[in-house]
């Protein structure tokens, strides 16, 4: 199902496990978008609707995303250590290297495209090196968002309990300001 931005998400603070994989479908997207739009552009001037689709997409990864992995490192990753399932544990630690790694990949490919912007071209060793690093990102997030959703967001609602999961989504709401249903 294609993501409409501006629609009501399928989820709000109050279901906060399902409000972060719909996150992943945000995520998904952007990404999609500056890949689609480096292949489809790649050697030529960019396009008004090329350049705002760009702008977009490192607006999201600049403001929205490091606030869904303050979301997980914050809020809900500290619960579900405090449950001492080894597993779980495991799988937090290397979730924790890729927020590290996208991190990096993103600065990479923000300059890049920033370059992008200023020159309206990139030259051929630029063009490659953000090919290269949205393929990373790619890769990186394939395997880390199925972790999270198949795995981790399934085993919190198994082990926290209602109210820990409350509180994760009440923390959400105010890292963006915003006020929950039920407090």
Known sequence: MPLQIGAAPDHDFDEPL???S???RRIE???DILIETERH???????SPQR???EASLRYFAVAA???TADEEQSLFPRLRAVSDPAVTHALELLERDHDEAEQLHATVDHLVRQWF???MLDAAEARALREHLAALRHLYQQHICIEDRDVFPAAARLLSATQIHEVGREMAERRMLRTQKG
């Open 18 to 20: 399902g409000l972060l």
């Open 52 to 54: 705002g689709d760009l």
């Open 66 to 68: 490091p606030k869904h």
């Open 118 to 120: 200023a020159h309206n």
């Open 41 to 47: 552009a790649a050697g030529v001037p960019l396009t």
């Open 29 to 31: 997207h952007f990404l």
């Open 22 to 24: 719909d996150c992943h």
